[in-house]
């Protein structure tokens, strides 16, 4: 199984990024998928989840009204479209995929990806 994030970059507050999350090696619609991040100092935490239906998404409070996961089912793709972003959005961007969204929300994941760093200016 891999899961390959992209889109990362370095860009100033207030600006928008879109990560992309490409999945191979599992059947991508039978799975929840999520993102994590971690940054320098900090344990990796929970930013967002997507059911595998794409109908049920779920955030963190800090990135609430801010961020949409997306996912296209026919590209194994999955999606966190970043705005408004703040200094304290920096840090390295993981994808996650486990059977239920409930798992993803409390870190349990069957597939982590490689991470994508995200840089916010002030």
């Known amino acids: 199984v891999q899961l390959q994030a992209s889109g990362g970059g370095l860009v100033q507050a207030g600006d928008s990024l879109r990560l992309s999350c490409a999945a191979s090696g599992l059947t991508f619609d039978r799975y929840a998928m999520g993102w994590f991040r971690q940054a320098p100092g900090k344990e990796r935490e929970f930013v967002a989840v997507i059911a595998w239906t794409g109908g049920g998404t779920d955030y963190a409070d800090s990135v609430k009204g801010r961020f949409t996961v997306s996912r296209d089912n026919a590209k194994n793709t999955v999606y966190l479209q970043m705005n408004s972003l703040k200094p304290e959005d920096t840090a390295v961007y993981y994808c996650?995929?486990?059977?239920?969204?409930?798992?993803?929300?409390?870190?349990?994941?069957?597939?982590w990806g490689q991470g994508t760093q995200v840089t916010v200016s002030s």
């Open positions: 996650a995929a486990a059977r239920r969204s409930a798992s993803v929300v409390v870190g349990t994941i069957d597939y």
